[in-house]
Each structure stands twice: as structure tokens, then as C-alpha cells.
């Protein structure tokens, strides 16, 4: 009874481990595997804002080294290019009190991307229907001026979450 009880065991372990030969693990399986160097240009900027492109780009390439197996390197040794330019910036009032002051502001940004590989075929296919532009991602975020919140410091949130959607859009799909 013990015998067939470590044969059932035992084929049930190989079972599951030849029906799992086709599974790899890591980020490596979400991410292409025919590219692995990105080159990111200094994000252009439409904005009045100094420094909003380069903030953009630092963040960019610190998620796409973080958080892909991708290397970022210069545009001569790269096999794709990722490059992003940042159509719209603005803030807005969302509250105001008595007295017609802010209390709670909200800062947009909307970023045109596009990531090309060496034959100029667009990498992000994120929608049904096929762009010859970039695709257009846009991020927000609220601060409250009379809590000690700034506009520099709601830009920096919208910054890491426009680079984290980013790096989520360079995923294969499912």
C-alpha cells in the first residue's frame, strides 16, 4: 500500500512537471525577448515648465532598468528606441473656499509615446485599432496647497506614475 502509494506520488510530480514545460518564470516571460537595449532620448516638452522633460526621462529610465531585463544605452548600441514627447501640462482648481481661494488643485500631463525598433516598426500594440502615431498616455494627480503640498511635488507623483504605465505598456500582451 505504501509502495503504490509513493508510485502515485511520484507520477503525479512528473505529471505536473512535464504539463508545466512550456511555463517560465520572472519578467523576462512579460517583456519581448528579440530586444535588449533601449535608447531614451530626452523627453521634448511642450510645456512652459523648465524641466519637466528631463525629470520625465530620469524617471522613465530608472522604471525601464528597474523594472524590465532591458539595458538603457545610447542610440549607436540600442535595438529599439523609446521616445516620448509631452503634449499638455496644466493644473486645475478642483475646490475653493468663501474666498475664492484653492484648496484642492489637480496637475495633468498627457505624454505622446512611441518605441520603435531598428526596422521602424512600432513595439507598444496596446490598441485594437493600429496608430501610425504614438499613443497617448495621460496621468493626474491632487494637492491641497493649505496642507503643505506644492505643485513640484504632485508633478514628481504624476512623473512616477506616468513612468510606472510606462514600462506596464512595453509588456507583451496576454
Same mark, same amino acid.
Given at each position: #500500500?505504501?509502495?503504490?502509494?509513493?508510485?502515485? /506520488?511520484?507520477?503525479?510530480?512528473?505529471? /505536473?512537471?512535464?504539463?508545466? @514545460?512550456?511555463? &517560465?518564470?520572472?519578467?523576462? =516571460?512579460?517583456?519581448?525577448?528579440?530586444?535588449? @537595449?533601449?535608447?531614451? %532620448?530626452?523627453?521634448?516638452?511642450?510645456?512652459?515648465?523648465?524641466?519637466?522633460?528631463?525629470?520625465? =526621462?530620469?524617471?522613465?529610465?530608472?522604471?525601464? *532598468?528597474?523594472? @524590465? %531585463?532591458?539595458?538603457?544605452?545610447?542610440?549607436?548600441?540600442?535595438?529599439?528606441?523609446?521616445?516620448? $514627447?509631452?503634449?499638455?501640462?496644466?493644473?486645475?482648481?478642483?475646490?475653493?473656499? &468663501?474666498?475664492?481661494?484653492?484648496?484642492?488643485?489637480? /496637475?495633468?500631463?498627457?505624454?505622446?509615446?512611441?518605441?520603435?525598433? $531598428?526596422?521602424?516598426?512600432?513595439?507598444?500594440? $496596446? @490598441? *485594437?485599432?493600429?496608430?501610425?502615431?504614438?499613443?497617448?498616455? /495621460?496621468?493626474?494627480?491632487?494637492?491641497? %496647497?493649505?496642507?503643505?503640498?506644492?505643485?513640484?511635488?504632485?508633478? &514628481?507623483?504624476?512623473?512616477?506614475?506616468?513612468?510606472?504605465?510606462?514600462?506596464?505598456? #512595453? *509588456?507583451? %500582451?496576454?
Amino acid at each position: #500500500m505504501i509502495k503504490a502509494g509513493i508510485k502515485l /506520488t511520484l507520477g503525479l510530480i512528473i505529471l /505536473t512537471l512535464v504539463g508545466c @514545460t512550456g511555463y &517560465q518564470l520572472g519578467n523576462q =516571460t512579460l517583456f519581448r525577448p528579440d530586444i535588449r @537595449t533601449v535608447h531614451v %532620448p530626452i523627453v521634448q516638452s511642450e510645456s512652459f515648465r523648465r524641466g519637466l522633460g528631463e525629470r520625465l =526621462t530620469e524617471a522613465i529610465v530608472k522604471e525601464i *532598468e528597474l523594472r @524590465t %531585463p532591458y539595458k538603457v544605452v545610447d542610440a549607436s548600441n540600442a535595438d529599439s528606441i523609446f521616445q516620448a $514627447r509631452l503634449v499638455d501640462e496644466h493644473k486645475r482648481v478642483i475646490a475653493e473656499n &468663501q474666498f475664492d481661494e484653492a484648496r484642492d488643485i489637480e /496637475t495633468l500631463m498627457i505624454l505622446e509615446v512611441s518605441w520603435l525598433d $531598428r526596422q521602424g516598426q512600432q513595439l507598444i500594440q $496596446r @490598441t *485594437e485599432i493600429p496608430l501610425d502615431e504614438g499613443i497617448y498616455i /495621460t496621468q493626474s494627480a491632487s494637492f491641497v %496647497p493649505e496642507g503643505g503640498q506644492s505643485l513640484v511635488t504632485a508633478q &514628481q507623483e504624476v512623473i512616477q506614475k506616468l513612468a510606472s504605465q510606462i514600462v506596464a505598456q #512595453m *509588456e507583451l %500582451p496576454w
